[in-house]
């Protein structure tokens, strides 16, 4: 006979569940799967094609537009070849032309699995959606989250961190939790543990601790031995690399850059400046749901008169957004481009950021004068000039 407590755990997940996944819902069951704008069809670049990042402004060279991870859910719209074009709840963005929500996307259909094909009684065993139109999370499900990459030595599969799992009812051991992780071959779930040093696990606290929670987050992956490379429209991190090395690579169909045999890695794996901070910030439970830059400036609140900046608030210059660390050492998180000299994931001082700015009074005083900010490259030099900048405060979410 089994344990009544169990039966009754999962009897609950999945009265939970059933509520949660609409008809259409599938699961995402790669560990990280490329986000396109329109369909490739046979189109280059093709999903395999797809570089780290574009060079300059030739986006055609690279179309991703964000990414994935395995166990997130998302909504079937329609099917095109062996593409599919899909509806995610996690994230929305906002253009100068409509500022009602966009939310669609295309991938490949070897990405998902359509729900309907996995027994009801599986659905307990998959996270819940992290939706925008929900923006108050009820904790119902024990959830475990990845903030470190993770290697499944049984699949292998190297899983993101902010790869979500639902935990077991088995009592965590010292070391590991247990967790419930789909068999794409079976159909079921399996229970595997994972190191609890690898984990975030949901829990109530204030907000405040959350941003805090945040913050340590991107500090973490800034300081992560190797280098996190730049991924246009990257959200995600299943490797560290040895070395910061790149190349840009000029054709007829567009610039791009390339990474010393990183062009055998399917798909790239790294993070876009918003692309950081919307993964961090999700997976310690803040109600933060914007995709682009554009997004954030018209939806976070600006930096009252009387108000300093926090760790955790966000620097917004034009096509770019940078998270405030470290207060009193004046340090900074962000994901910034192969332009500047940097391509990678860094924490560092103001003063490398932003000529003439040496800490964050400096920052404000300019703010609040309209100052025009001048951006520093990777060699000290300025590269860029903003009229228009916007610092943005996460407190009040």
Same mark, same amino acid.
């Given at each position: 006979m089994g344990n009544p407590n169990k039966i009754l755990y999962i009897n609950l997940l999945i009265l939970i569940t059933q509520f949660t996944f609409c008809a259409k819902t599938a699961l995402v069951i790669a560990p990280v799967a490329d986000l396109v704008g329109q369909p490739l069809g046979g189109s280059h670049p093709s999903y395999q094609q797809l570089p780290w990042a574009a060079r300059g402004s030739d986006y055609a060279? +690279?179309?991703? !537009?964000?990414?994935?991870?395995f166990n997130e859910t998302l909504e079937i719209i329609e099917k095109r070849g062996d593409e599919i074009k899909i509806r995610v709840p996690n994230l929305f963005y906002q253009t100068s032309s409509s500022t009602m929500p966009q939310t669609d996307y295309w991938t490949q259909a070897e990405n998902i699995r359509d729900l309907n094909t996995i027994i009801k009684k599986e659905w307990a065993k998959i996270p819940a959606p992290i939706s925008f139109k929900k923006p108050i999370r009820l904790n119902t499900q024990p959830i475990a989250t990845l903030i /470190?990459?993770?290697?499944?030595?049984?699949?292998?599969?190297?899983?993101?961190?902010?790869?979500?799992? !639902? +935990?077991? @009812?088995?009592a965590a051991k010292k070391a590991r939790v247990a967790v419930y992780r789909f068999n794409t071959k079976s159909g079921v779930h399996e229970t595997i543990l994972l190191p609890k040093n690898l %984990?975030?696990?949901?829990?109530?606290?204030?907000?405040?601790?959350?941003?805090?929670?945040? !913050?340590?987050? %991107?500090?973490?992956? =800034?300081?992560? @031995?190797g280098t996190i490379p730049y991924v246009w429209g990257g959200c995600s991190f299943t490797? =560290?690399?040895?070395?910061?090395?790149?190349? /840009?690579?000029?054709t007829k169909k567009g610039g791009y850059y390339t990474r010393p045999g990183g062009e055998k890695r399917r798909p790239k794996t790294g993070f876009d400046c918003t692309g950081i901070i919307a993964r961090a910030a999700q997976i310690v439970g803040l109600p933060y749901f914007l995709?682009?830059?554009?997004?954030?400036?018209?939806?976070? @609140?600006?930096l009252q008169a009387n108000e300093h900046l926090q760790a955790g608030d966000i620097i917004w210059i034009p096509g770019h957004v940078i998270a405030v660390s470290d207060i009193k050492n004046n340090l900074v998180v962000e994901a910034h481009a192969y332009g500047s000299g940097y391509?990678? !994931?860094?924490? %560092?001082?103001?003063?490398?950021?932003?000529?003439?700015?040496?800490?964050?009074?400096? %920052?404000?005083? /300019?703010?609040? /004068?309209?100052t025009t900010l001048h951006r520093l490259n990777s060699k000290g030099t300025v590269f860029a000039r903003y009229q228009q900048f916007k610092l943005l405060t996460l407190a009040h979410l």
């Open positions: 060279a +690279c179309p991703r !537009v964000h990414q994935l991870l /470190a990459p993770y290697y499944d030595r049984k699949t292998k599969m190297s899983f993101s961190a902010g790869t979500r799992f !639902v +935990c077991t @009812p088995r %984990l975030y696990q949901s829990k109530r606290t204030s907000s405040n601790q959350l941003r805090t929670n945040f !913050v340590q987050i %991107l500090q973490q992956w =800034a300081h992560t @031995p490797e =560290a690399h040895r070395s910061n090395q790149f190349t /840009a690579i000029s995709k682009n830059s554009y997004t954030i400036a018209h939806n976070l @609140p600006l391509g990678k !994931v860094h924490e %560092l001082s103001i003063s490398r950021i932003f000529k003439d700015i040496q800490t964050f009074e400096d %920052l404000e005083t /300019a703010f609040r /004068a309209q």
